[in-house]
């Protein structure tokens, strides 16, 4: 029996749980929800009332973090380094991720134009802390994708979206390391075929339900 996965659609940790089990080739089955009225069913097996859940048998597991490391632990390739000491680094840096993901949201709800700038700057300030552990090229660790990228592949590919209506959601300066490796995650198979097709479309209408300057930008370029 596959391993099924219980997703909102523009979730990015379900997104991560996705690219883990695409980037493994293993079979899985996908059930969508709608979060802001969930069925009962998924209310009596959720711990914490969130996506994703991956149901494994009988068995439900939930928190993206340990699905994906799970998903490590049972199927090859491992995608986490052999080093122990570069595996606990790789697991700090996933649990940063939260952070930047927690600025990212902010930026998307932020109202007042005079102080986006502030907004933007504490995403770039997220961004510096994890700027000098990046390897130079393609992927955090360099030649082969791991956990760490699929950690950060959603925020990226989500940001990417943004960057079309705010372009100062990236410094091509700033980060170079961080550009390089979005570019690398952006366009990787198992990133892009992990989101439902109509993923982008899906986003812009969320962010357009905002009052928000970004939903206001978005209004303006029609």
């Known amino acids: 029996m596959n391993p099924k996965l219980i997703s909102y659609k523009l979730c990015p940790y379900v997104h991560?749980?996705?690219?883990a089990l695409r980037v493994k080739d293993i079979p899985y089955d996908i059930q969508y929800i709608n979060l802001s009225r969930p069925p009962q069913w998924f209310q009596d097996i959720?711990?914490?009332?969130?996506?994703?859940?991956?149901?494994?048998?009988?068995?439900?597991?939930?928190?993206s973090s340990a699905i994906i490391e799970y998903l490590d632990e049972v199927y090859a390739p491992r995608l986490h380094p052999i080093d122990p000491v570069k595996r606990a680094q790789n697991r700090a840096w996933m649990a940063q991720a939260d952070g930047c993901l927690?600025?990212?949201?902010?930026?998307?709800?932020?109202?007042s134009d005079a102080s986006f700038p502030k907004a933007i700057e504490k995403l770039h300030a997220c961004f510096d802390q994890l700027e000098p552990a990046v390897a130079a090229a393609p992927f955090f660790n360099g030649e082969t994708f791991s956990l760490v990228d699929a950690t950060f592949g959603p925020l990226?590919?989500?940001?990417?979206?943004?960057?079309?209506?705010?372009p100062e959601v990236f410094d091509d300066a700033r980060h170079p390391r961080i550009i390089r490796w979005k570019k690398a995650l952006v366009t990787h198979k198992a990133v892009v075929t992990a989101v439902v097709p109509d993923f982008r479309d899906l986003y812009l209408d969320w962010l357009s339900n905002k009052e928000s300057v970004?939903?206001?930008?978005?209004l303006d370029a029609g």
């Open 214 to 218: 970004l939903a206001r930008r978005l």
């Open 46 to 63: 959720s711990p914490m009332g969130r996506v994703p859940l991956l149901l494994v048998g009988d068995e439900v597991l939930f928190e």
């Open 102 to 111: 927690g600025a990212y949201y902010r930026l998307s709800g932020w109202k």
């Open 16 to 19: 991560k749980a996705a690219i």
């Open 156 to 166: 990226f590919f989500q940001l990417n979206i943004l960057a079309e209506i705010a």
